[in-house]
């Protein structure tokens, strides 16, 4: 009976949608042919102007980035920055390039470019989304989107799996950093 329900959200999360809600996070995937969206949600206990902050500036990027990323600063202009994102794994090799902007409580990004050193992995098409502050009646929360296109569909279900993996993985790394760096943050502008 455990084969069979494990290998049953096995297939829904690699086949279609896997929603899942729990730790004050909720968060869906999808996949339909190459493209690949994620959807979540969370709450923290942090004022906007911070929140935005830490979800804005390169600095908190780097420490939220998983470690076989490196990032760097190519670009910062007024409400702007220009990011490269180096993914190193065994013998892959990726870079990308995001444009990520801030418009009031919400904070845009969208590939530029995108190249792989090893060609028969998928290449990245198009990655666009965006994070979001929300102030609801029961605290301030965090809302992040994220489509993703790639141009190979061989590999379609291990980029899924490995995707939502991923997503799932960076959500909660957001929410806990977000939530242990906030006090600090707010103790420094109060001084």
Do not use: W
Request: hydrophobic share 35%; net charge negative; aromatic share 12%.
């Amino acid at each position: 009976m455990r084969t069979l329900f494990g290998s049953l959200l096995l297939i829904i999360a690699v086949q279609g949608i896997a929603a899942q809600s729990d730790d004050n996070i909720s968060y869906k995937f999808n996949r339909e042919h190459t493209t690949y969206t994620f959807s979540g949600e969370f709450k923290v206990d942090c004022e906007t102007d911070t929140l935005l902050s830490i979800l804005y500036d390169f600095e908190h990027l780097k420490n939220v980035a998983p470690p076989q990323v490196e990032v760097e600063l190519l670009e910062e202009g007024e409400n702007y920055h220009t990011i490269l994102y180096n993914l190193s794994v065994l013998f892959f090799n990726n870079q990308t390039v995001i444009k990520k902007s801030r418009q009031g409580h919400q904070i845009d990004f969208q590939m530029l470019s995108s190249s792989n050193v090893v060609q028969p992995f998928p290449k990245l098409v198009s990655s666009t989304g965006y994070y979001k502050v929300l102030q609801r009646e029961n605290g301030t929360f965090v809302q992040c989107y994220q489509q993703t296109r790639t141009n190979l569909t061989i590999f379609k279900y291990c980029i899924a799996s490995k995707m939502r993996q991923q997503a799932v993985s960076l959500i909660y790394t957001l929410r806990d950093y977000i939530n242990n760096t906030c006090p600090h943050i707010s103790d420094q502008q109060a001084d």
